[in-house]
């Protein structure tokens, strides 16, 4: 049984937790092989492929939620209202991944079903990715590769004050990607019904970070609004006609760390910003985990954007 999508407006969020039901082992962090669900409403981006990758798309299970990675192919599912209940506004969502695979479920369709119910035309962004491991043995065995904390330093020398940096990622095709998926929001504004002043974009993880690097790079988006759900924290430079943000992370997630640089960065700019700090929650809760104070990001998310009048057609409009 597959994901099949209804014609845009149709809920899918009760097929989908049928498609990928599972027995109760799956709801593991076990990475198990599924089949590529059919995604009859995507739409290609046709942003063109990825250097170097000799394996094509396929598709996990982890934790119940369905994964895919390799994608050399950008896509964009559109998730429309049902007819007589949508505002106008738009949002792109990014599922995070690290950059080497989405999880489009828990925080890709699912979400924009939820945003299609509060009237809010949504559409899933399936981004390019950096390449994995062909085989779903090879690439398990990276996921769960052992971790080393940095050796300590020899006797004599100074410790570092701050661990070395990671290497930062060459996002150009994701840009790419997301500058497409916007563009093609506004090309067909009027046939999705969608208010080309409201588009915002919304994404969890990596999903955040290519919020926030759209926001910070791109010289064709003008997002009304964004919301980066627990992406990097760490300060940024702040455009001039950067949008109103809302942000949302736990205490307990590893991107945290008691940073509040972006949220600052955005402070000192003098642009709205909304954030909240929730006591748990960890990382990749997506709509909520159980008995997770984070469960309510959601419903303060839909508020900050109806007091913000971006669910409301502007005056003589």
């Known amino acids: 049984m597959h994901y099949i999508a209804k014609p845009f407006f149709a809920p899918v969020l009760v097929a989908l937790l049928f498609v990928f039901a599972a027995p109760a082992v799956a709801q593991d962090g076990t990475i198990y092989p599924l089949d590529a669900p059919a995604e009859p409403n995507a739409i290609p981006l046709n942003t ?12 996990f299970r982890q934790w119940g939620d369905p994964m895919a990675r390799n994608i050399t192919e950008a896509t964009l599912t559109p998730f429309l209202p049902e007819p007589g209940t949508a505002n106008g506004a738009a949002v792109i969502v990014a599922p995070g991944g690290g950059f080497m695979w989405l999880s489009m479920g828990n925080e890709g369709w699912e979400v924009a079903e939820a945003l299609a119910k509060q009237g809010i035309a949504a559409f899933v962004l399936k981004y390019r990715l950096h390449p994995t491991a ?30 070395p940096a990671r290497p930062r990622r060459d996002l150009s095709n994701q840009l790419e990607d997301a500058e497409a998926a916007y563009a093609m929001i506004v090309d067909r504004a009027e046939e999705w019904g969608v208010d080309t002043d409201r588009i915002g974009m919304i994404g969890f993880s990596a999903g955040a970070g290519l919020t ?32 109103p943000m809302f942000s949302a992370i736990a205490s307990d997630d590893f991107l945290f760390g008691g940073q509040f640089g972006v949220i600052e960065s955005w402070y000192k700019a003098g642009i709205p910003v909304e954030f909240h700090l929730y006591q748990n929650g ?3 809760f997506g ?31």
Do not use: C
């Not at 063109?48 to 598709?59: H, I, M, R, T």
């Not at 062909?134 to 100074?158: I, K, S, V, Y």
């Open 212 to 243: 926030m690097h759209s926001t910070l790079n791109s010289e064709s988006m003008n997002l009304a609004f964004i919301g980066p759900i627990y992406g990097g924290m760490g300060p940024v430079e702040v455009p001039e006609d950067a949008p």
């Open 282 to 284: 960890g990382h990749g």
């Open 134 to 163: 062909e085989t779903l043995e090879d690439f398990t065995a990276f996921m769960n590769r052992p971790r080393t904390a940095p050796a300590p330093p020899a006797e004599g020398e100074a410790a570092a004050e701050t661990p």
């Open 287 to 317: 709509l909520g985990n159980p008995d997770r104070t984070s469960n309510r990001w959601f419903d303060a998310f839909v508020h900050w954007l109806t007091v913000n009048d971006f669910l409301t057609d502007a005056p003589g409009k």
């Open 48 to 59: 063109g492929g990825v250097d170097d990758q000799p394996a094509s798309e396929s598709w």
